[in-house]
């Protein structure tokens, strides 16, 4: 009899040929699920280390006038907004004298925006937010910081500081480190300028 060559030809797939697709598939899912959850720590990752880095001085003027002049206000009027500007402009009149040069700095960047400062103020925003807030209006105010004194400190805790915190020290200072590469070059420029930090003017 003859052979019907259909049915040489095609045979159905068996029931272990789609298990083993299904199974492709599944494998296929997984992949792709766990590539995207990498991505996305990944991600997280480098946000929170670039967080991390973050200079810890940043701001740390503008927080001290902020908490100083927040102190000195009763709590009720630390909503008002009319109460706030008038406390910002007592504190920056600086009638008895004791501001330093960073603060009065300060006080001269956000004596023209005092409004903008006391709308988040009266919402009792941290000084930190605050200060970071008002920056967008004037990207002055936190890069203004106290001067850092290092004379009684020792190299190993000098060492301890990052480049960029160093680098951020000479600046203060108004030097530069030209050729540095090393840190230890920079914990010596820093030591060999620590008479350059002792006055807080401009």
Request: proline share 4%; aromatic share 4%; with cysteine.
């Amino acid at each position: 009899p003859r052979r019907d060559l259909r049915s040489s030809i095609y045979q159905a797939p068996s029931t272990q040929h789609c298990s083993n697709l299904r199974f492709t598939g599944i494998v296929d899912i997984v992949d792709s699920t766990m590539r995207a959850i990498t991505t996305i720590l990944s991600a997280a990752l480098l946000a929170s280390s670039a967080s991390a880095g973050s200079d810890p001085r940043e701001c740390e003027v503008c927080m001290k006038v902020m908490q100083d002049v927040k102190d000195k206000m009763p709590k009720a009027d630390q909503k008002e907004k009319p109460k706030i500007e008038a406390a910002l402009g007592d504190y920056c009149a600086n009638a008895d004298g004791k501001l330093s040069a960073r603060e009065r700095k300060i006080c001269y960047y956000i004596d023209p925006i005092k409004r903008d400062v006391a709308h988040p103020f009266s919402l009792g925003m941290p000084v930190d937010r605050l200060c970071k807030r008002i920056n967008k209006s004037n990207s002055e105010i936190c890069s203004v910081k106290f001067p850092v004194k290092t004379e009684n400190l020792e190299k190993k805790d000098l060492s301890k500081l990052r480049v960029k915190q160093l680098k951020s020290i000479l600046l203060d200072r108004g030097v530069e480190c030209k050729g540095c590469v090393e840190k230890d070059e920079f914990i010596k420029k820093v030591q060999d300028t620590e008479h350059l930090a002792g006055s807080d003017e401009f």
